[in-house]
Antibody
Framework: QVKLQQSGAELVKPGASVKLSCKTS????????MSWFKQIPGQSIEWIGM????????GYNQKFKGKATLTVDTSSSTAYMDLSSLTTEDSAVYFC??????WGQGTLVTVSS | DVVMTQTPPSLSVAIGQSVSISCKSS???????????LHWLLQSPGQSPKLLIY???NLGSGVPDRFSGTGSQKDFTLKISRVEAEDLGVYYC?????????FGAGTKLELK
């Protein structure tokens, strides 16, 4: 069955960067798209961007350009999202998902000094 | 960006009741391939979102047929017939026709 396993919760200081992972199994990763989302608890969901694992081609929400960088490692069927220059406004749960049908369990990122 | 307006923001229902949720977009959601990429998700408390309906009216995998989706262009509706306890949570519509993909604010379904 399809599984998306995300990395564990992160506590990071303002100004730092963090790299989140989303390890997949149960489907052909190399010919699929992976999207990433941000959700502040109690609020709706924002689409950050997507990456095609076949060639690494990306599309970003303008709001997150410069903040998020999406990459993939097809050898391990894993997608990554780098978040840079973190502020308290980046504190949220981040999800990976493919085709809106399969979702990771989410990674809580807390930015605090 | 395409604005997705969901109503109502919350619903209080009894088990067995039927309910509808509306989602209206600020632009047509018909893509150049003729398909409409409007989906419905349910986020149960503390869980990841789950796909209920894709492309307006297609049931997601394992989703009971108590759920149905209708609509076209800019006006869409999710109907839940005979609400069950497991249906409680926040429902979101999301459009994937235009970049960036955008979500509605959500409709919280609670027990009366």
């Amino acid at each position: 069955q399809v599984k998306l396993q995300q990395s564990g919760a992160e506590l990071v200081k303002p100004g730092a960067s963090v790299k989140l992972s989303c390890k997949t199994s149960g489907y052909t990763f190399s010919t699929s798209y992976m999207s990433w989302f941000k959700q502040i608890p109690g609020q709706s969901i924002e689409w950050i961007g997507m990456i095609y694992a076949g060639d690494g081609g990306t599309g970003y929400n303008q709001k997150f350009k410069g903040k998020a960088t999406l990459t993939v490692d097809t050898s391990s069927s894993t997608a990554y999202m780098d978040l840079s220059s973190l502020t308290t406004e980046d504190s949220a749960v981040y999800f990976c998902a493919t085709w809106f049908a399969y979702w990771g369990q989410g990674t809580l990122v807390t930015v605090s000094s | 960006d395409v604005v997705m307006t969901q109503t109502p923001p919350s619903l209080s229902v009894a088990i067995g009741q039927s309910v509808s949720i509306s989602c209206k977009s600020s632009q047509s959601l018909v893509y150049s391939d003729g398909k409409t990429y409007l989906h419905w998700l349910l986020q149960s408390p503390g869980q990841s979102p789950k796909l209920l309906i894709y492309q307006v009216s297609n049931l997601g995998s394992g989703v009971p047929d108590r759920f149905s989706g209708t609509g076209s262009q800019k006006d869409f509706t999710l109907k839940i017939s005979r609400v069950e306890a497991e249906d409680l949570g926040v429902y979101y519509c999301v459009q994937a026709t235009h970049f960036p993909n955008t979500f509605g604010a959500g409709t919280k379904l609670e027990l009366k």
